[in-house]
């Protein structure tokens, strides 16, 4: 069973491909910064990779504390304005392996995004919000 309910889901496997990553630098300070994804339905995680992934300040970020933040969202209509989105609090884990999975010229290494509590907002007509904690 899913930690996400079917219109989030639904929302995850929609086509969007660009999401924005917080992590925690060495000071203490987040860092976000619009990154690649792919919801991974097998494991029920979010997948992140991108060109020299090793180099890059989330990376290194990660690998000294694992806690993330990852947003998706879009417009769904400017007139009445209409946001949706889904916000994934939980913990990387750093894989070596599966990035180029993930897109052409990826790096191998990736993130892989276990949910800790999901936010999602404006995903049916009646804009509803939903926010829970995952075991």
Do not use: C
């Not at 060495?26 to 910064?33: A, F, K, L, T």
């Not at 990852?70 to 894989?95: K, N, Y």
């Amino acid at each position: 069973m899913s930690v996400f309910t079917d219109e989030e889901r639904d929302y995850l496997l929609s086509g969007i491909r660009l999401g924005r990553l917080a992590t925690v630098g060495p000071d203490g300070m987040p860092h976000v910064v619009p990154t690649s994804f792919r919801y991974n339905q097998h494991h029920d995680t979010i997948d992140v990779g991108g060109h020299d992934f090793t180099t890059r300040k989330k990376y290194r970020d990660v690998l000294r504390s694992p806690k993330v933040a990852f947003v998706i969202d879009d417009i769904v209509s400017v007139s009445p304005w209409r946001i949706r989105g889904i916000e994934i609090r939980g913990e990387a884990e750093v894989l070596d392996t599966g990035g180029t999975e993930l897109g052409p010229g990826f790096a191998p290494e990736m993130f892989r995004i276990t949910p800790k509590r999901i936010v999602s907002w404006g995903l049916s007509e009646q804009m509803s919000y939903n926010a829970r904690s995952v075991p």
